[in-house]
């Protein structure tokens, strides 16, 4: 079997449809600490600033999140929950 893939991909390779949970992420517990986004392996936590928070929060592309579920687990403030996709 071939896998050898061409370099510069992965932005078309979109893996959400692998999922079958998804983080919700619950802003009035997330302290801001950005720890989630860098340690998502799709890299696809970025951090921005939500004017209601006036601070940095986290935003989800589900279109690569797999739902791993690493971001809920290494949480410190457990804002994150893992739910049932609806597919
Ligand atoms: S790890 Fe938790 S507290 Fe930190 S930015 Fe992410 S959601 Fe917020
Ligand atoms: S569930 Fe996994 S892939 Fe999705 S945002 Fe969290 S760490 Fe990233």
């Known amino acids: 079997m071939n896998?050898?893939?061409k370099p510069n991909t992965t932005i078309v390779n979109k893996t959400g449809g692998w999922r079958t949970f998804k983080p919700k992420i619950f802003y009035d517990k997330c302290i801001s600490c950005g720890f989630c986004s860098?340690?998502?392996?799709e890299g696809c936590i970025t951090m921005e600033n939500l004017k209601q928070y006036k601070?940095?929060?986290?935003?989800?592309?589900y279109d690569y999140c797999k739902g791993c579920g690493?971001?809920?687990?290494?949480?410190v403030a457990?804002?994150?929950?893992?739910e049932?996709?609806?597919k």
């Open 3 to 5: 896998i050898t893939v």
């Open 38 to 41: 860098r340690i998502c392996p």
């Open 55 to 61: 601070k940095l929060k986290p935003i989800t592309n």
């Open 84 to 86: 049932k996709e609806d």
């Open 70 to 75: 690493l971001c809920a687990e290494e949480c």
């Open 78 to 82: 457990k804002a994150i929950v893992m």
